[in-house]
């Protein structure tokens, strides 16, 4: 009984739903495809809280950091000295994407937001990558590795972090 109660809830977990997902943290690497084909591949680390708090810390080829939280995204881009605030108006918004997706085939799983397709793989129950073309037509796909799901999140990662002497400009 001990064994069957065991494997009854591995299984519920790994058929969970996406919705089921409140924190994602990982190492990504992104990619950008032109329409000729030249490709722009950046590093870097996600941390992201729901219901709407990320923190994408880019490390190659540039390092920055970019905070969303409470509808407003903060970029910080250290090598320029430069801080943008801007209302979100991105169409990546981690958590509602995950949560639309529907299963197409096994671990593939399409979701539509703001009128943007994206294809989620899934290996076993972690998010393996997203896909989608951005607003100039480019193919951009994130893959994640060393992933970790529904982990304790410091809600202190969220808060923008950067000297005071940057310049600062509001979108």
Do not use: C
Not at 44 to 72: C, D
Not at 108 to 134: C, G, H, P, R, V
């Amino acid at each position: 009984m001990k064994y069957f109660l065991l494997i009854l809830i591995s299984t519920i977990h790994l058929f969970a739903s996406f919705d089921t997902i409140t924190s994602f943290e990982a190492e990504f690497t992104q990619s950008i495809t032109d329409d000729k084909n030249k490709i722009l591949v950046y590093n870097g680390k996600i941390v992201a809280l729901k219901p709407q708090n990320a923190r994408w810390s880019y490390l190659k080829p540039v390092k920055k950091e970019v905070y969303i939280n409470n509808f407003e995204v903060t970029i910080v881009e250290s090598e320029i000295e430069q801080v943008i605030i801007k209302r979100l108006e991105s169409n990546f918004d981690f958590f509602k994407i995950i949560s639309n997706a529907k299963e197409i085939e096994k671990n593939i799983y399409t979701a539509t937001y703001k009128d943007t397709k994206f294809t989620i793989m899934k290996s076993n129950s972690l998010i393996e990558s997203i896909s989608y073309l951005d607003e100039f037509e480019n193919k951009v796909k994130i893959t994640f590795k060393n992933q970790k799901q529904n982990k304790e999140v410091d809600i202190n990662n969220f808060i923008p972090v950067f000297p005071l002497e940057f310049d600062i400009i509001r979108d």
